[in-house]
């Protein structure tokens, strides 16, 4: 039977269209069945909060169980971008308390397990993890915090002392002792519980030491180490007796920003201090944030540099969150950037050990 070009133009047409709705269809599932499981890598200029869930310490208060995990949130946004390290998953009991950035693909993390204390190196595309120190003489105490170096050398506070390893790695001690450990004069009796440490002017080492009045307070020591009570530069009491130091911020303003937590409501606060490295000076103490409806048991305080933004983490466990702050250089005071939480609380922000701001 024949049939008319009509009949044939009609059908090729019918034929054509279909063939566009099939690939159509075709093309829209397989774009949902192919789409990555984990976030596409961020322009380079995308800043991240760096958060671990761990062992923290938030000046005495009751606080949840960390969860042994480091995650990521936009640094503008406070949503959560990706998980990069699940220690539960990969290493369990192992307790991140310290993180530094080590470099664009890496960061440096203390990890705490009384069974093997550490500084791992984990892959910020959560690819995994290799341990870099595994000193267990110079490791011997619940590790608390570190900092990262110049030259590539390593401060790690510990609750007796402060250790410093070298760029190779090697534990760098005074004498045969850990690099700052028993310091005397205004510094003695502050070996108990080294809650955080940072460093100022050509690598003096400034720590808190959380414990019973006088004894809680900011020390100064010299970059050399701790040798003799020369090296004992400065110490600055907490503002109240009940008041215990958590963490210490040098601010992109050359202030230094102390959190400080408390089992009485009042003393969780954060003190802004004027702060002289060639003088070694810590002075005109200003109440930098007071409301401790919004600020209880600071565990750990970081800045982002760009902005001068300031993040705070509460470690009570009815709080667990991170809040976020401005900070005015002129009246050296801090001020709530959200009428709410910046991050709330999840799991992922139970005792919020550490925090760093990095790409």
Do not use: W
Not at 280 to 298: D, E, K, L
Not at 301 to 318: F, L, P, R
């Amino acid at each position: 039977m024949k049939t008319s070009l009509f009949t044939i133009l009609i059908l090729s047409f019918v034929m054509v269209l279909s063939a566009c709705d099939k690939k159509k269809s075709a093309s829209s599932t397989d774009s949902a069945s192919t789409a990555p499981s984990t976030p596409s890598s961020p322009p380079v200029d995308q800043k991240f909060l760096y958060v671990a869930s761990g062992s923290c310490y938030g000046g005495g208060v009751t606080t949840s169980t960390g969860i042994g995990t480091i995650v990521r949130y936009n640094i503008d946004t406070g949503s959560m971008d990706s998980i990069v390290m699940d220690y539960n998953t990969a290493s369990p009991g192992d307790m991140p308390v310290a993180i530094q950035n080590f470099d664009d693909n890496r960061v440096l993390v203390l990890v705490e397990n009384a069974g093997g204390r550490r500084i791992d190196i984990v892959n910020k595309d959560g690819s995994g993890y290799t341990s870099y120190i595994t000193n267990s003489t110079a490791l011997s105490a619940v590790g608390r915090d570190m900092a990262l170096l110049g030259d590539g050398s390593i401060l790690v506070s510990k609750s007796s002392a402060i250790e410093k390893f070298n760029s190779a790695k090697s534990r760098v001690t005074s004498g045969a002792s850990p690099f700052v450990n028993a310091p005397g004069s205004t510094c003695a009796t502050t070996n108990t519980l080294v809650s955080s440490l940072t460093t100022i002017g050509d690598g003096k080492i400034l720590y808190t030491h959380a414990a019973a009045t006088p004894n809680n307070k900011t020390v100064l020591i010299s970059a050399s180490g701790y040798a003799s009570t020369a090296d004992c530069l400065t110490t600055v009491a907490a503002p109240a007796t009940t008041a215990l130091p958590t963490s210490a911020l040098l601010h992109s303003s050359g202030h230094l920003l102390i959190a400080y937590g408390s089992t009485t409501s009042t003393s969780n606060l954060i003190y802004s201090y004027d702060v002289d490295a060639n003088l070694n000076t810590i002075s005109n103490a200003t109440a930098a944030y007071n409301n401790f409806a919004v600020v209880m048991g600071p565990s750990r305080m970081v800045e982002d540099t760009a902005t001068g933004s300031v993040y705070v983490a509460n470690a009570i466990s009815s709080y667990n969150n991170i809040e976020k702050f401005s900070y005015n250089s002129s009246t050296k005071t801090l001020s709530r950037a959200t009428s709410i939480p910046f991050i709330s609380q999840s799991a992922f922000t139970r005792c919020v050990s550490a925090m760093t701001v990095a790409n």
